[in-house]
């Protein structure tokens, strides 16, 4: 398998204008910034050959514009940010071997230099995509459905992602044994795939794995394809799906 160190990427940011807790999120006020544009500094900050941003609002699209960085005017229809992705890629006609870094628009603190590690993890690894996982799950997060979690095999490849507290210890808590720690991560939702992969993404349709958990990721395991861990001892970044996310990230993100 060839290798070539620090491959060309490209981060598309699919940003839509609807949100349930936080309507109009992608152009919410942080600290007397739009959150997309902060995001797409992060993206910038990664050295990818280019950022693109999907949205399906001209507002946004405007943003993006005015930043520097490409803008596609999706559907607002997408049922998720892949979706919305899978759509960009078919407008822009984008190489199916393009390498494609997944940066939701509601991350405006994650560090530009881990969607280059993953872009790099993705192309070495030989497989269909690579996702991030943080070590140090507490108890509490295990027991939380709102955390993900990932388990992986011995080459940290993922096995399976659940709301659920995965691994489950059947004689004990196992959480804090230092020989099993690096079986407990958290899942970060910022991937990495061809750009050809992520139509048949779409094509497959939702698994039953993925209806029920509601991890869309499920839906490449489900097809049989292998999903690289980068694994990361610690992350500082936090994501805004709730207005006390933003309010973190308000006092955090200068």
């Not at 050809?196 to 794995?209: C, E, I, K, T």
């Not at 001892?233 to 973190?248: R, S």
Request: one cysteine or more; hydrophobic letters at 45%.
């Amino acid at each position: 398998m060839s290798y070539t160190l620090n491959p060309p990427f490209t981060v598309v940011i699919p940003a839509r204008y609807g949100s349930t807790r936080l309507p109009a999120k992608a152009l919410i006020n942080i600290n007397g910034r739009p959150m997309i544009t902060h995001t797409i500094q992060r993206a910038k900050e990664s050295g990818a050959n280019a950022v693109i941003v999907a949205t399906d609002h001209k507002d946004i699209l405007d943003l993006a514009v005015r930043q520097g960085v490409g803008a596609v005017m999706t559907s607002d229809s997408c049922a998720s940010g892949t979706d919305r992705i899978a759509e960009a890629v078919s407008l822009l006609s984008i190489d199916p071997d393009t390498i494609i870094i997944n940066l939701q628009g509601d991350e405006p603190m994650f560090p530009g230099v881990h969607l280059s590690e993953l872009a790099d993890t993705f192309a070495y690894s030989g497989s269909e995509m690579a996702t991030i996982g943080v070590e140090g799950l507490t108890a509490a997060q295990l027991a939380d459905p709102n955390v993900v979690k990932v388990v992986t095999d011995n080459f940290d490849s993922a096995l399976y992602f659940s709301r659920a507290g995965v691994p489950f210890s059947r004689d004990g808590q196992l959480v804090d044994d230092s020989s099993m720690r690096r079986y407990f991560m958290r899942h970060v939702g910022v991937y990495a795939y061809r750009a050809g992969f992520v139509q048949d993404f779409v094509n497959w349709g939702v698994s039953l794995l993925e209806f029920a958990e509601k991890l869309e990721q499920l839906r490449v395991l489900a097809n049989g394809c292998r999903i690289q861990m980068l694994r990361l001892k610690d992350l500082a970044a936090h994501g805004v799906d709730t207005p006390k996310d933003l309010a973190l990230v308000r006092s955090l993100l200068m």
